[in-house]
């Protein structure tokens, strides 16, 4: 029996990374190519070990009754891009890492977080996958705190944040244990109907549990400090794409095996996804640390895939995985070049960046390629997977009856512009507008370059992917991976979602001709020069990444400078300053609650006894005034 469990097409990804995550905690510290070398090999073999797994369709492994696993099409779909994304990551951790002082523990926990995560997926058993998130949520806590002591704080809110949703994931295992009679999800069946408060509290346990881990709203506000303090590899693996793989993984299983769940509890679904896109587009557009922002951006598309999801059609189920999967590939593409930025020019403020264009045109090119698959442009991945679920949010309506959906597809199609808008701001304060003073010093010095080759390559497979899965979606990522994992036939979408084809012949026309008129206002030499104005009013002053430089009459404005603006408006202002105070942020509001808390039972805690005493007797009147109405 152990020898079948050590050989079986469903351990082995979990085997091979787990134990060389243990060769790398053995090799010795000056080790550090060695284990770079064990990592990317360990990585290569868990990959193929998934493919593997991913070929075999659906099938079911025993070890025990409580370790029972099993393989379908949406496990294997989300396994298979689990072990492609460590990969990339163990690759672009080469030249990152290479000259960290806990180069040790990193690969160490790099590939324990590998190999616990492909555990969670072919988990069969409700209670052997909350064992894998609590594994998950430590190895988080971990691989942060490796960045240094600024990153302990974000380490500590992520662990308390994740930690306090897996102990409702418990309390609503047991309550589904009690009510359906299992926790194991192939044994679910059609699933359990939402007819009772019991139901409902189980699965808005689950809800918090999935939603926590993939950084919705209002569970998300781990995600912008973990990306801003963590490492670069750190924060493309684990905010950017393995827990957003994860929690909406859980949802999906929520919603297509373990509940039937009603227009109310999709409602919900669909309120926090449009609130997760709103607010946090908005809340994209405010920040000036780099990471910072894409950690946003990174909140926000998890209301899309909510929607789509929530919808209950089948073209926004597949939109909805779709739209992970896509998200996965150009957010991790984005925080693997802002971790090139970092390393090369030593700063993620976008006040003091700038100019980085020239100076790094791989991580320039892909980052352009990334932003814009993110913002949803077409003809790239972002455009495809939205417009789907967009096609699914119309569609709903025949289910409801009702006009929301045409609320929910407004606020999805302003997110997408409010996203462009927040890329628009990181293009140009990182690579398009004048260099700063540091920048500029440090590039007359020759210091500043693109990364190594191990830091390229993940970055420009990404972003050919982001063009691949966006004109060949239906031939490759649609066939292959999503359709089977919702049971949807390509018939079923195919034909009115959208033509790629069309989309690139329009978008590079349009291209062409502006270059034809740029180039014919050159030869012109006829250029007007005017004023700049910002908001009606006329700018004096020379501007280089949002610091006063001089006087005069040239100016140069940057994003961070323009979109200050938003802060300045009635009610967003207003939304603002209440976010920078913590309002929104559950983390520093439980906290608070529960100072408040531990201060009025301070007050009691008076050390005379006969209010001790007063205490005790209240408490037994009030006890068995309970026992005597429960047995009336």
Request: glycine content about 10%.
């Amino acid at each position: 029996m152990f020898g079948e469990w050590m050989n079986h097409p469903l351990t082995l990804p979990v085997i091979v990374p787990v134990l060389a995550g243990f060769l790398c905690l053995l090799i010795p510290r000056g080790g550090a190519s060695l284990r770079s070398l064990v990592a990317v090999l360990s990585s290569v073999a868990t990959l193929w070990l998934a493919w593997v797994a991913f070929r075999i369709g659906e099938a079911g492994f025993e070890v025990a009754p409580w370790l029972s696993l099993r393989i379908d099409a949406l496990s294997g779909f989300v396994l298979l891009a689990i072990a492609f994304f460590g990969l990339l990551v163990a690759l672009y951790s080469i030249g990152y890492m290479k000259d960290h002082d806990r180069h040790r523990e990193y690969f160490t926990y790099l590939l324990w977080t590998l190999g616990v995560a492909c555990l969670a997926v072919v988990a069969n058993d409700l209670l052997l996958l909350l064992v894998c998130w609590g594994f998950l949520g430590l190895l988080l806590y971990l691989m942060v705190g490796i960045a240094g002591p600024d990153a302990a704080p974000a380490a500590r809110k992520s662990l308390m944040i994740i930690g306090a949703s897996d102990a409702l994931l418990l309390l609503g295992i047991a309550i589904y244990w009690q009510l359906a009679g299992t926790t194991t999800v192939s044994g679910a069946g059609s699933g359990l109907v939402l007819d009772g408060p019991a139901a409902h509290a189980a699965f808005l346990c689950f809800l918090a549990g999935a939603l926590a881990k993939a950084g919705a709203v209002p569970f998300h506000s781990w995600v912008p400090d973990v990306g801003e303090k963590a490492d670069a590899p750190v924060s493309a693996f684990l905010p950017a794409s393995l827990d957003k793989l994860l929690g909406i993984y859980l949802l999906a299983r929520c919603l297509l095996d373990l509940f039937e769940a009603t227009p109310a509890m999709r409602f919900l679904l669909m309120l926090i996804g449009a609130v997760t896109i709103l607010s946090m587009s908005l809340g994209a557009l405010m920040q000036h640390d780099l990471k910072r922002l894409l950690s946003y951006t990174a909140v926000a598309q998890v209301g899309y895939i909510i929607l789509g999801l929530a919808s209950g059609t089948l073209v926004g189920l597949a939109g909805g995985l779709f739209h992970m999967l896509n998200h996965a590939v150009y957010k991790a593409a984005l925080f693997l070049c802002a971790g090139v930025v970092e390393k090369e020019a030593g700063e993620t403020d976008l006040d003091r960046l700038g100019g980085l264009a020239k100076l790094m045109p791989v991580t320039f090119g892909a980052c352009l390629v990334a932003a814009l698959a993110g913002a949803g442009i077409p003809p790239l991945n972002g455009f495809a997977s939205k417009w789907m679920v967009y096609q699914g949010i119309i569609s709903s309506a025949g289910e409801t009856g009702g006009m929301g959906w045409v609320l929910w597809l407004v606020v999805a199609m302003l997110g997408s512009a409010l996203t462009l808008a927040a890329f628009v701001k990181v293009l140009h304060a990182t690579f398009l507008c004048k260099a700063s003073p540091p920048i500029a010093e440090r590039a007359a010095r020759n210091e500043i370059h693109d990364g190594g080759r191990s830091m390229l390559l993940p970055m420009v497979v990404l972003a050919a992917l982001c063009i691949v899965f966006g004109v060949w979606a239906f031939q490759i990522p649609l066939a292959m991976l999503v359709f089977p994992a919702v049971g949807a036939d390509a018939a079923l979408t195919e034909g009115g979602t959208w033509w790629a084809g069309l989309a690139t012949v329009l978008i590079v026309g349009s291209v062409f001709i502006g270059l034809i008129g740029y180039w014919l206002s050159m030869r012109a030499g006829k250029l007007r020069h005017v004023d700049t104005y910002i908001g009606g009013e006329k700018m004096q002053e020379v501007w280089v990444s949002g610091q006063e430089e001089a006087q005069g009459r040239h100016v140069e404005v940057t994003g961070v400078d323009f979109y200050e603006s938003f802060e300045r408006l009635p009610l967003l202002g207003r939304v603002f300053a209440l976010a920078r105070a913590k309002v929104f942020d559950i983390y520093y509001l439980c906290r608070t609650g529960i100072g408040y808390l531990v201060q009025m039972l301070r007050s009691f805690h008076t050390g005379i006894l006969p209010a001790y005493l007063r205490w005790f007797v209240a408490g037994m009147l009030v006890v068995v005034w309970v026992v005597t109405q429960s047995g009336a």
